[in-house]
């Protein structure tokens, strides 16, 4: 299996987990901004996001504030395809 191929395979059903428990948003973003990367931990895989990878921030508006979730490059991705689907189960605590 392609090395890519491999991480959409290990990432998306984290992607569908964190969608349905609330973790990450269901919805489009608001706003995505790209940059180099700060050493925040990726909203989908928890490792850190290096200086020299591009680093998604995802805006969400949540009642009077903002929410932001940093992402690599391929965990936003695969997010975005799992958000897409649209299939998951909303689980409750």
């Known amino acids: 299996m392609p090395p890519l191929a491999k991480l959409e ?6 992607a569908r987990d964190r969608i349905a428990t609330g973790q990450l948003p269901r919805e489009t973003p608001a706003r995505l901004w790209a940059g180099r990367g700060t050493g925040q931990l990726c909203a ?3 490792k850190p996001i290096q200086r020299n990878e591009v680093e998604y921030d995802v805006e969400r508006h949540i009642d009077e504030g903002v929410q932001m979730f940093p992402f690599h490059v391929d965990c936003e991705s695969v997010w975005q395809l799992e958000c897409a689907r649209g299939d998951f189960l909303v689980k409750r605590p």
């Open 9 to 14: 395979a290990e990432l998306r059903p984290i």
């Open 44 to 46: 989908l895989c928890d």
